[in-house]
Structure formats: structure tokens, C-alpha cells
């Protein structure tokens, strides 16, 4: 087994990076929901932890209500499911402005959430119960939810400002 990444660490966790530009106040229906709220998926990718697994992650915010489920697979299009890196996670989240990177504006939010299941090498650090509070920023354009390196150390606690949105890791809001 390869050591653990922080990237694939955090993406597990929140892997959930989010946040976005241009939130609408909340409530009501669609069409005044802020552009966060919904169901977003990633793309599938290798697991930068063990050799030959693919995942992928979904994370849905409505209301102030989080939830977040990263599943393995065998096969480069995320078809065949394995096992391996399964996570899951609910709990709450709250957004403030994030900070301007490219001229873009960030959302900022913070999430703290119970993890209700997870599989590999993080579950001897963090096992079913355990709770986190991690902070993103992230970058909306669209139906498109962009991570930054906006985030929390998962290892330390400590916040590091973005600098950077990472327009190749993203999530589709379905």
C-alpha cells in the first residue's frame, strides 16, 4: 500500500471541498436557493492511496443539512463497484465569503459532520463516530463546484487561505 496523500485524505473528508461564488440567500424554492444547495458528484479518479482503485464522491448541502458519501471502484469509469475507500459522513455546515482568487469571489464553509462509515487506511485515525470540523472555500461557476487549496489540515487543525482555485477537480451539480 502506498502512504496516504493529503489530497486524496481531504477529498475523502470533504473531500467535499466546496464553495462558490455568488450565493443567494436561502429559503423558499429553487429559484432562491443559494447556488450551493443540491447534490454535486465528482469526476472518478485513481486513488492516490491503493494502486488500482478508483472513487468517487458525492456530497449533498440543503438547508444547513451535509452529507457525503465516497465510494471505490475497480474500473476507471467508476461502473464496477469494490471496496477499499468507502466513506460516509452527515452532519451541518455553515457558509460565509471566502476570500478572491483570479478575480473570483469564494465561499467559505465549514462543516462538521459525524462519519458513519468508513473503510482503508484512515479508519484507524478517524473510525465510525468520530466527528470533524474542517473549513473550504470554493469556487462556483455554474453548475460546476471548484475546489481551492482554501482548507483545513486535517492532521493539525490549522486554516490555510486559498491562493489557487483548482479548476481540475471539481464536482457537476446533478
Known amino acids: ?3 496516504p496523500h493529503l489530497s486524496t485524505f481531504t477529498l ?3 473531500s467535499f471541498v466546496f464553495l462558490f461564488n455568488g450565493c443567494a440567500p436561502s429559503g423558499g424554492s429553487n429559484s ?3 447556488d450551493y444547495e443540491g447534490n454535486w458528484v465528482a469526476q472518478c479518479k485513481e486513488s492516490e492511496d491503493i494502486s488500482g482503485l478508483y472513487i468517487k464522491n458525492t456530497f449533498s448541502l440543503s438547508g444547513t443539512k451535509y452529507n457525503d458519501e465516497t465510494l471505490t471502484y475497480s ?3 467508476c ?3 469494490s471496496s477499499g475507500l468507502d466513506f ?3 452532519g451541518t455546515f455553515t457558509t ?3 476570500g478572491v482568487v483570479d478575480g473570483k469571489q469564494l465561499i467559505k464553509i465549514n462543516y462538521v459532520a459525524t462519519i458513519t462509515y468508513i473503510e482503508g487506511p484512515f479508519s484507524a485515525f478517524y473510525p465510525v463516530g468520530s466527528t470533524y470540523n474542517l473549513f473550504y472555500e470554493n469556487y462556483i461557476d455554474g453548475n460546476k463546484f471548484y475546489s481551492t487549496n482554501g482548507e483545513t489540515n486535517p492532521l493539525d487543525g490549522k486554516y490555510v487561505d486559498a491562493t489557487q482555485i483548482k ?3 471539481y464536482w457537476v451539480k446533478q
Open 12 to 14: 475523502l473528508w470533504f
Open 167 to 169: 479548476y481540475d477537480k
Open 32 to 34: 432562491s436557493s443559494p
Open 96 to 98: 460565509e465569503t471566502g
Open 75 to 77: 474500473d476507471a469509469e
Open 79 to 81: 461502473t464496477q463497484r
Open 88 to 90: 460516509r459522513a452527515n
Open 1 to 3: 500500500m502506498k502512504k
